[in-house]
Structures are given as structure tokens and as C-alpha cells.
């Protein structure tokens, strides 16, 4: 039987609205891709203070959206909503959605095919902002400005890339892993992403890391959408006293802790001290 995927856009988005317009030009509002069933959702709202009402039925929610802020460059993302502290953008306090690991993996690798023709970077991002909801979600973005958000070229690469991911987005075909670590776009998670076995769902920024307690921890694991078993630290990316209590907690909860730099240095060949 067929998974229901809502690809939601906010009308108040001109990002979202541009990818959703490039969909429905090559697939309509409503179209199959694998054994995914799957529909355009405007909605009138901005999406980060939604309540989720509006997906009654869908399996999946993947929200086409603007991306904001840092880099100050083009750029292609992907992330889970979600506040580990608290809700400042929409949302509830301490409370995560659902993620959507493999998802989030397949956009920034079909993505990553057609970034650098048209000038753009890939990054994936931590856990942020609202919504929190109970239906398995992945914010796949644009960004970072009205320039961006308004490209035709950008626009389309995200949109064709969305359906492709979707496409060859298969629940179990990677490692699922929640991370730890390091600034908001973390080069090295963006790189776990495009290049080696893990899928990142949850991720922790080294700016909200203070919030993690074991019951955090017990959150991303069990919202991480896919069975997870391995936790992935930016050991530098964070405090000494942040480290040590998240890894603590990790261990105590049976997770398999590595390093970064570890997965980097094993499935890439990458050196211990390469700058990436």
C-alpha cells in the first residue's frame, strides 16, 4: 500500500511557493513517485507556527521552504524542526518532531549534483525552530535571501531534486545517526551527509547543547523516525562540560558514540588533523 508524502508549502513563502510551482509544472498537484503517494499542501500560514492539523492522513510531511541566514550565500539545506531549549521560532519548548533521516540524506545528495553549476553550496543544518509535530518531518530549504529565494535556475534544482529524493528514499538503505556538535551549518555532518553510509536525523548545535540532558537525549533517539543506534560527536564543536554529560548520557543509553572525524577518516580516507 502506498505511503501518503505531503509536500507543504506556505503561501507567505516565496521559496516554497517557487519549489511547489516547479512540481506542479512536471507532475501536477497530486502524482506517485516509487510507492509514495504525494501531494502539494499550500497552506496559509508561515509553516513554523502550524499545528499540523492539516496533514490528518499523510504518513509523511516534507515542508518546501526558505532557508535564512547564515551562510550569506546560495545555498541548498536540509534539517528536522524541532527546539532542544527554548521555542523562540515556533513550536513547543524542549520537544522535537519527528525526523525523517533518509530523506533528509537523499535532498542533500541529489541536491549536491546540481549546486555547484549554478553557484550553490549544500549544508546540512541541526534541529531548529518549529513546528513540532507528531508526523515525520524534513524541511528541505533554499536560501538565503530574496535573490535566492526567487531563482528560477535554484528553484528548479531544489524541485528536481526533491522528486528524486523522494524517489530513492527508502526507510533502512542508510545508518541512521543522531549528531552532536559544532556551528549551525557543521561542514563535517554536511559531509557524513553526501559522502559516507550515515543519515543524520536530529543534530544538536553547539549553541543549544547546554539544553541536553539524558531526556533529551531519549527524545532524539526515540523521534529520530528510523531505528538509531550511533551517535555522531563534533568532539571540538563542543564544550568540555557539554561533551562529557551528552556523552555520558549517550553511553548510558547503549549508543554507539564515534567521533566525526572518525566516520570522516574511515569511509573517506580522510586525515586526523585535515582541515574539512
Given at each position: 500500500m502506498s505511503k501518503r508524502l505531503a509536500l507543504a508549502y506556505s503561501k507567505r513563502d516565496p521559496a516554497g511557493s517557487g519549489m511547489a510551482h516547479e512540481i506542479k509544472d512536471m507532475m501536477g498537484e497530486e502524482f506517485n513517485l516509487s510507492d509514495k503517494r504525494c501531494e502539494l499542501i499550500e497552506v496559509d500560514r508561515e509553516i513554523l507556527y502550524i499545528n499540523g492539523s492539516q496533514f490528518e492522513?499523510?504518513?509523511?510531511?516534507?515542508?518546501?521552504?526558505?532557508h535564512s541566514g547564515t551562510p550569506n550565500h546560495p545555498i541548498f539545506t536540509a534539517h528536522v524542526s524541532g527546539n532542544f531549549g527554548r521555542a523562540r521560532y515556533g513550536g513547543d519548548h524542549f520537544k522535537l518532531s519527528i525526523a525523517i533521516p533518509s530523506l533528509m540524506k537523499e535532498y542533500l545528495i541529489s541536491v549536491s549534483k546540481r549546486a555547484e553549476e549554478i553557484g550553490y553550496w549544500v549544508g546540512f543544518e541541526p534541529t531548529h525552530h518549529g513546528p513540532t509535530l507528531d508526523i515525520p518531518t524534513a524541511f528541505l530549504e533554499i536560501g538565503c535571501d530574496d535573490t535566492a529565494w526567487r531563482d528560477e535556475r535554484g528553484l528548479r534544482a531544489a524541485a528536481e531534486s526533491v522528486l528524486e529524493?523522494?524517489?530513492?528514499?527508502?526507510?533502512?538503505?542508510?545508518?541512521?545517526?543522531?549528531?552532536?556538535?559544532?556551528?549551525?551549518?557543521?561542514?563535517?555532518?554536511?559531509?557524513?551527509?553526501?559522502?559516507?553510509?550515515?543519515?543524520?536525523?536530529?543534530?544538536?548545535?553547539?549553541?543549544?547543547a547546554e539544553w541536553v540532558d539524558e531526556e533529551m537525549v531519549k527524545q532524539a533517539i526515540s523521534r529520530n523516525g528510523e531505528p538509531t543506534k550511533v551517535a555522531i560527536v563534533d568532539n571540538k564543536g563542543l564544550r568540555g562540560e557539554d561533551r562529557e554529560r551528552i556523552e555520558g548520557a549517550l553511553r548510558g543509553l547503549g549508543l554507539e558514540v564515534i567521533r566525526v572525524r572518525k566516520v570522516l577518516r574511515d569511509e573517506?580516507?580522510?586525515?586526523?588533523?585535515?582541515e574539512i
Open positions: 492522513g499523510f504518513d509523511y510531511l516534507a515542508v518546501l521552504s526558505r529524493a523522494v524517489e530513492s528514499w527508502e526507510e533502512g538503505k542508510f545508518v541512521a545517526a543522531i549528531a552532536f556538535g559544532g556551528p549551525h551549518i557543521n561542514d563535517h555532518f554536511t559531509r557524513v551527509e553526501l559522502s559516507t553510509k550515515f543519515a543524520i536525523g536530529h543534530a544538536v548545535r553547539k549553541l543549544d573517506l580516507g580522510e586525515e586526523e588533523g585535515e
